[in-house]
């Protein structure tokens, strides 16, 4: 844990803050981000961050091995801000992370700060006019297919991930499908990842486009 004077830098922050150390633990929490993820300073101080966060990218939720946040504090690099998913009071909002890497001058140790700004609207604005410019890139004014046969994209797709599919199709979360197919959540993601491979696309949403277009769901 930082000490009181590094403590209060965060404290000072208007925007939801905190600190990971070089471990991925807490290190700081200040009122506004236990206002926006629903927890306080003493219930986060020392945990992994990720246990805290839940963070997500547009692929899914991240495990603590890839997860960004950690990655940057651990690694001490310098990141310019970056989206997440991350599990708030109000449940999972897309939220914008500005790192600023510091030090403790009484104690020496490293931390990565990060002023968090939700940004739910935008980024779904963001995703909406990038699936459109992806797919009047892929595709003609009238549907016709600019680069390759989507249907033919079914044959390559198992079972397994047209399943996986169609219950993204319905707005169902990665627990959830792992449930309804009785399988891991983490395979649930490595279909999802084939899935995005073989439609070239960059979200599930935009997969899920694909795969209307293609017949396939």
Not at 87 to 113: A, E, F, M, Y
Not at 153 to 178: D, F
Not at 201 to 209: C, D, G, K, S
Request: hydrophobic share 40%.
């Amino acid at each position: 844990m930082g000490s009181k004077r590094f403590l209060l830098v965060v404290d000072g922050i208007a925007d939801a803050a905190f600190a990971v150390d070089g471990t991925g633990c807490i290190s700081a929490w200040n009122k506004a981000a236990g206002d926006l993820f629903g927890v306080s300073a003493t219930e986060v101080i020392g945990v992994r961050c990720h246990n805290i966060l839940q963070c997500a990218d547009e692929n899914g939720l991240v495990s603590s091995e890839r997860c960004v946040i950690e990655r940057v504090a651990r690694d001490i690099c310098a990141r310019a801000n970056f989206d997440l998913r991350l599990q708030t009071k109000n449940g999972r909002l897309w939220c914008n992370l500005s790192p600023l890497i510091g030090s403790d001058h009484l104690s020496g140790q490293r931390h990565t700060v990060y002023i968090v700004r939700p940004c739910e609207i935008g980024k779904r604005l963001e995703q909406v006019v990038s699936e459109f410019v992806r797919t009047q890139t892929r595709y003609g004014m009238n549907g016709a297919t600019a680069i390759s046969s989507l249907p033919a994209i079914k044959a390559g797709l198992t079972t397994r991930e047209v399943e996986v599919l169609k219950r993204l199709a319905t707005g169902a979360s990665t627990k959830s499908i792992a449930n309804q197919l009785n399988i891991s959540s983490a395979t649930v993601n490595n279909h999802v990842k084939h899935i995005l491979t073989k439609f070239d696309a960059h979200t599930r949403l935009e997969a899920i486009r694909h795969a209307e277009s293609a017949g396939v769901i």
